[in-house]
């Protein structure tokens, strides 16, 4: 029996966060196409979780990326339309139980593209 991930996510100028809360995950498979992502991995139990999203507006699947640490796997996807806003992350107006927004890095847009740029070019890097 497959169960969704705790997922996190944020909204940034150019790009939009989630993060999939798995310790310890395996077999990890991220798809990101312009409009859904699938994500699903096993935790060290074996346990399976699997979820997928159909996104609030378009993204551009090809300056898309995912990196994985031992408590979990985030995935950052580029805004076909940069600097415009997503009131949420799923195209339905729904709030699935397993996602919410990460306060802790959701903050004003205001100057922020400079902290943003230094976040993507540090997950480039790995």
Known sequence: PRQPAKTLWYDRPRYVYLEFCVEDSTDVKVIIEDHRLVFSCKNADGVEFYNEINLYARVNSKD?????????????MRKWKEKVAWPRITKENIKPAWLSVDFDNWRDWEGDEEVERAMVEEYAEV
């Open 64 to 76: 898309s990326r995912e990196k994985r640490s031992n408590r979990s796997i985030t995935c950052f």
